[in-house]
């Protein structure tokens, strides 16, 4: 659903509502928890292997590799957006390094690398631990269109930080300058 753009909420729950009448699969309890994937790519590369080996089981050998051998690309990726800013989350601009000296907030990938989500910078936005537990916790979908998240009741919160991804309304613009 999160590759669907300019859904309403009420789309989101006709098509949450049909999903559920799909026959299961098994491999999809199989398939580590995206939000966990990604608090181990902001550790280290042991945390990775770690987690897919344990919990990744369900897809290829071919698929597991390929997770493992993100790490260091999507650590580089993390530092990109950390510098680009400055720490602060894009949606709120919670900015823990000037309130705490240190960093705090996560690339988060808007389309999910479990769903076909790659490992691009116009698939990442930094975000921080609220917002990132609140994404997963409600399926939020990102609205690519004009770059915000569209949650189940409807609430739609912008992008307020932006210098990278490109969006019909906001294209760049910097609402904190």
């Known amino acids: 659903m999160q590759t669907i753009r300019a859904l309403t909420a ?6 949450l509502q049909w999903s559920k009448s799909l026959p299961l699969e098994k491999r999809a309890y199989q398939i580590i928890n995206e939000e ?3 608090k181990s790519l902001e550790k280290d590369e042991k945390s990775v292997n770690e ?14 590799n390929l997770l493992k051998h993100i790490f260091k690309r999507n650590r580089k990726h993390s530092e990109i957006l ?6 602060r ?3 709120c601009a919670y ?14 990938h808007i ?12 698939n990442l936005v930094l975000i921080c631990p609220n917002h990132h537990e609140i994404i997963h916790s409600t399926n939020a979908v990102f609205d ?34």
């Open 51 to 64: 987690m897919i080996t344990k919990y990744h089981i369900g897809p290829s050998e071919e698929r597991r």
């Open 82 to 87: 950390q510098e680009k800013y400055e720490g």
């Open 89 to 91: 989350c894009q949606i």
């Open 95 to 108: 900015d823990p390094v000037i309130l705490y000296g240190v960093r705090g907030c996560y690339t988060h």
């Open 144 to 177: 690519f269109y004009d770059l915000c998240y569209v949650y189940p009741n409807g609430r739609r919160e912008p992008l307020v930080i932006n210098n990278h991804l490109k969006g019909s309304l906001l294209s760049g613009r910097n609402y904190l300058r």
């Open 36 to 38: 966990l994937l990604e």
């Open 10 to 15: 009420d789309d989101s729950k006709l098509l």
């Open 111 to 122: 389309i999910y690398l479990s769903r076909g989500g790659v490992y691009d910078l116009d």
